[in-house]
């Protein structure tokens, strides 16, 4: 039943973003000047549900979706997240099932979602200079507190830990040597994430983009690295190994050298639209139909038809712009 976009590009990867809120305020994502104490989130009545989420999830999964992320937002803002891992993990078919979060409240959820099911914990860090990360993250955390999130997820036994670094040149790309280092000597992976002109409010600008050529040849002065094979054919992320064996970093190129033709990413939003590309500018809506009485063969002929239509190429047409797509879906809504 495995369905393919007009590419030929296979789904494979599902994100469920789980909430639109978050209890940080990172400039290249929800920057705290427009994402106030004023700013309305959606009502808790038009999130999907739990039941709602596994449902659509079963029925992508049998469309060919076999890694799950739960995102944000920040996804453990939303209570009793780890009832919703117990109902995803069992889904027959699923060989992956991970989570993107900031790490701020896993000392308290950690062994929660370990017991209910989740497989891997990614953190979002980008920088271990506290003054840098806390203007990055609009003083929302420190260092210690994101520190204290992923002691605890290896202590209920998450590992190897992944970290996503987001580098901006002049804001913390001259830290990242320093994480890489961090990073290796406790046997997690880290990836670095070129800056992209995610959603229309970070005010993105290429001379801000620190490419991953860039990236590799800092690292590689100091701790030398040579580059490996892809887990897989749709994984995103360019890796290097370093060559005394103690570990990997990995590279998410989409700036410089964009990924689509492989890529096998379906996006769910928290109320309930399909999205098929990051930069997306409308999704599809499942809640509308599904809340109306949709069969569950009604509700995958919308996912097949979704995905089947399927263009999406943004990263590659970038190079081609003069200036960044006007309206895009914001990041912090549909994860990244």
């Known amino acids: 039943m495995m369905i ?7 789904l494979r990867d599902l994100r469920i973003s789980v909430t639109d809120r978050c209890n940080f305020r990172c400039a290249y994502c929800m920057p705290a000047e427009v994402f106030g104490e004023g700013y ?4 808790r009545e038009e999130l999907l549900s739990f039941e709602e989420i596994t ?45 993107t979060t900031n790490a701020y409240f896993l000392p308290q959820k950690a062994e929660a979602l370990r017991e209910a099911g989740l497989q891997r914990v990614t953190v979002s860090l980008d920088s271990l200079d506290d003054e840098v990360f806390q203007r990055m993250n609009g003083r929302r955390a420190s260092v210690d507190k994101v520190l204290e999130g992923i002691a605890a997820a290896e202590q209920v036994g ?9 580098v901006q040149r002049g804001v913390n790309d001259h830290t990242i040597v320093d994480l890489a280092r961090y990073a290796r000597e406790r046997g997690w992976i880290i990836r670095f994430i070129e800056y992209m002109d995610v959603g229309t ?8 983009v620190v490419s991953a050529k860039e990236i590799v040849a800092r690292i590689d002065a100091e701790l030398p690295l040579e580059p490996i094979e892809r887990n897989y054919r749709s994984e995103v992320a360019r890796r290097y190994r370093y060559r005394d ?34 930069f997306a ?33 943004y990263s590659e047409e970038r190079s081609e712009m003069t200036t960044p797509r006007r309206e895009k879906v914001q990041m912090y809504h549909i994860g990244g």
């Open 4 to 10: 393919t976009d007009k590419f030929n590009r296979p």
């Open 40 to 43: 309305r989130f959606l009502p």
């Open 55 to 99: 449902r659509l999830t079963q029925i992508l999964v049998r469309l060919g979706a076999v890694k799950l992320r739960l995102t944000g937002g920040e996804p453990l803002v939303r209570q009793d997240l780890e009832k919703l891992v117990a109902m995803l993990a069992p889904i027959d078919g699923v060989d992956d099932l991970a989570l």
């Open 158 to 166: 998450f590992a190897p830990i992944k970290i996503n670094t987001v």
């Open 201 to 208: 409010m970070n005010g993105w600008k290429m001379d801000d």
């Open 245 to 278: 064996g103690s570990g990997e970093i990995g590279l998410i190129t989409s700036v410089t050298q964009p990924f689509c033709g492989d890529c096998s990413r379906m996006r769910l939003s928290p109320e309930g639209s399909l999205f098929t590309c990051l």
């Open 281 to 313: 500018s409308e999704g599809t809506d499942l809640r509308g139909p599904m809340r109306d009485g949709a069969s569950d063969d009604d509700l995958e002929a919308i996912i097949r038809n979704t995905w089947g239509s399927r263009i999406d190429r």
